[in-house]
Nanobody, 124 residues
Framework: QVQLWESGGSSVQAGGSLRLSCMSS????????MAWFRQAPGKEREGVAH???????TAYADFAKGRFTLSQGNANKLYLQMNNLKPEDTAMYYC??????????????????WGQGTPVTVSS
């Protein structure tokens, strides 16, 4: 059974940076995909960034391009470096895992395992 744990969320001022981490266990496939999503109060969950594990190909939502960087570490770790944070980035951030497939990389229904989330609050 795949399990995911996020950490690194915090409260920061606008313009600040945070690095979110995701640790995973129970993943047996050598090729799969992972992603970061976020959900603000009263809003739907939205994709932030995606990576194909193995080839390390990444994709980003438009709001994340140029500010956020997703990277894969060792020992089943995934990171999301977030720079120049804005108040509208305030949300619960989730790590997700799914089987390898082409397309729909930032669609939540493509992912089958989710962490509990880590909160990010950006004040102006």
């Amino acid at each position: 059974q795949v399990q995911l744990w996020e950490s690194g969320g915090s409260s920061v001022q606008a313009g600040g940076s945070l690095r979110l981490s995701c640790m995973s266990s129970g993943i047996t496939d050598s090729s799969y995909r992972m992603a970061w999503f976020r959900q603000a109060p009263g809003k739907e969950r939205e994709g932030v960034a995606h990576i194909y594990i193995g080839c390390r190909s990444t994709a980003y939502a438009d709001f994340a391009k140029g500010r956020f960087t997703l990277s894969q570490g060792n020992a089943n770790k995934l990171y999301l470096q977030m720079n120049n944070l804005k108040p509208e980035d305030t949300a619960m951030y989730y790590c997700a895992d799914g089987a390898w497939a082409i397309g729909r990389v930032l669609e939540a229904d493509e992912y089958t395992a989710w962490g509990q989330g880590t909160p990010v609050t950006v004040s102006s």
